[in-house]
């Protein structure tokens, strides 16, 4: 039940944009997106709703297609402070939380 | 406001002995989570309680985890015995409980090394 990202790993410059990929196989409720940098806790981005919603805040942005049962994460204009490993989290109807396998992203200068 | 809280933040034992973390949430926080995090993988959760109710207790190994979480707040994992593979992080994560705003913040985690 563990969605699927991709790519697994990018480096970028800073200023260069970027999508990250989520895919379930199992219908979803909600998607969460998380980024954790090395020796830290993962923290929160944001969260989308069934209803096929998007969001974005500052140069990130996400959108939900629950038909497809994806999630893309979008980063624009990059900046250092982006590095990190990204991580989408499902929810399933049933209420049960999958975090994804982890996209490694490094900006550089 | 006090972040998610976690001890100890390294805990070095030998296999076969047993271990305990300890986790206090945010206050306020109906849910709790407990995930188990191996190196350059993503967390994998163990154990999810809705007040003092474990909801979600599938993926936890219950031959040598049990957790508990007495009064709704504070939560202890414990693992007995130990073994090798035990080896990881082990985060504990919080959350209001309401369905549509479910952020979970995360403590810094407590890293296990099972020599």
């Known amino acids: 039940q563990q969605p699927v990202q991709s790519p697994q790993a990018v480096i970028l410059r800073e200023g260069e944009d970027a999508v990250i990929n989520c895919s379930s196989s199992k219908a979803l409720y909600s998607v969460h997106w998380y980024r954790q940098k090395h020796g830290e806790a993962p923290i929160f981005l944001m969260i989308?709703?069934?209803?096929?919603e998007q969001k974005g805040h500052d140069k990130i942005s996400a959108s939900f297609n629950e038909k497809k049962q994806q999630s893309s994460l979008y980063l624009t204009a990059s900046q250092l402070s982006y590095s990190g490993t990204y991580f989408c989290?499902?929810?399933?109807?049933?209420?049960?939380?999958?975090f994804g396998t982890g996209t490694s992203l490094t900006v550089i200068p | 406001e006090a972040g998610v809280v976690q001890s100890p933040r390294y805990k070095i034992i030998e296999k076969k002995q047993p271990v305990a973390f300890w986790c206090n949430p945010i206050s306020g926080h109906n849910t709790l989570y407990w995930y188990l995090q191996n190196l350059g993988q993503g967390p994998e959760l163990l154990i999810r309680?809705?007040?003092?109710?474990?909801?979600?207790d599938s993926q936890l190994p219950k031959d040598r985890f049990s957790a508990e979480r007495l009064k709704g707040v504070d939560s202890t994992l414990k693992i007995q015995p130990a073994e090798l593979g035990d080896s990881a992080v082990y985060l504990c994560?919080?959350?209001?409980?309401?369905?549509?705003?479910?952020?979970?913040?995360f403590g810094p985690g407590t890293r296990l090394t099972v020599l």
């Open positions: 994560a919080s959350s209001l409980g309401d369905k549509y705003t479910d952020t979970q913040y």
């Open positions: 309680y809705e007040n003092e109710e474990a909801v979600d």
């Open positions: 989290v499902t929810e399933n109807t049933g209420n049960q939380f999958y």
């Open positions: 989308l709703m069934k209803g096929g």
